[in-house]
């Protein structure tokens, strides 16, 4: 079994309960993230939704992914996978306030896979390609959440 992790930032010129509206959207996730063919949320609660995503897994395949949403306002979102393709696999947003209004905005994610999947994984992040998902994820949100700021 590997674990892999990679974290990554930027900074969105926008506040942290715009950048968190925008994460918290998520009927929206499939026209933000071009990987996320489908979403459909099962059952959502105070902070927390659980959610069927069908994802491409770069390129290798499509998967259907139960997934379990953390919603910390406006400081984290939590994205954890109950049933797909890993042994375990979360991800994250958080969302540090800036004194000049604006919001450092962390990307993580932390995969645990086996046999195949688990040497797929390494290769992968050898290669970028992960990085490059996760730049797109994060660029996306901050184009969301600078447009949500600009238009308030």
Same mark, same amino acid.
């Given at each position: 079994?590997?674990?892999?992790?990679?974290?990554?930032?930027?900074?969105?010129?926008?506040?942290?309960?715009?950048?968190?509206?925008?994460?918290?959207?998520?009927?929206?996730?499939?026209?933000?993230?071009?990987?996320?063919?489908?979403?459909?949320?099962?059952?959502?609660?105070?902070?927390?939704?659980?959610?069927?995503?069908?994802?491409?897994?770069?390129?290798?395949?499509?998967?259907?992914?139960?997934?379990? +949403?953390?919603?910390? $306002?406006?400081?984290?979102? =939590?994205?954890?996978? %109950?049933? /797909?393709?890993?042994?375990? @696999?979360? #991800?994250? +947003?958080?969302?540090? $306030?800036?004194?000049?209004? =604006?919001?450092?905005? %962390?990307? /993580?994610?932390?995969?645990? @896979?086996? #046999?195949?999947?688990?040497?797929?994984?390494?290769?992968?992040?050898?290669?970028?390609?992960?990085?490059?998902?996760?730049?797109?994820?994060?660029?996306?949100?901050?184009?969301?959440?600078?447009?949500?700021?600009?238009?308030?």
């Amino acid at each position: 079994m590997r674990t892999l992790r990679l974290v990554i930032a930027t900074t969105v010129r926008a506040a942290p309960e715009q950048v968190f509206a925008v994460l918290q959207d998520l009927p929206s996730y499939p026209r933000l993230f071009r990987y996320m063919h489908d979403l459909r949320v099962i059952e959502q609660r105070n902070h927390t939704a659980l959610a069927e995503i069908t994802e491409d897994l770069f390129g290798l395949m499509t998967a259907s992914v139960l997934t379990k +949403f953390t919603f910390d $306002p406006p400081r984290r979102v =939590t994205i954890e996978q %109950v049933d /797909g393709p890993f042994v375990r @696999a979360v #991800g994250w +947003f958080d969302l540090e $306030p800036q004194d000049d209004g =604006t919001t450092r905005l %962390v990307h /993580g994610v932390e995969i645990t @896979a086996s #046999g195949i999947m688990g040497a797929i994984g390494l290769k992968l992040l050898g290669t970028g390609i992960a990085k490059a998902r996760m730049t797109e994820e994060l660029q996306a949100v901050k184009r969301a959440a600078e447009q949500l700021a600009t238009s308030q």
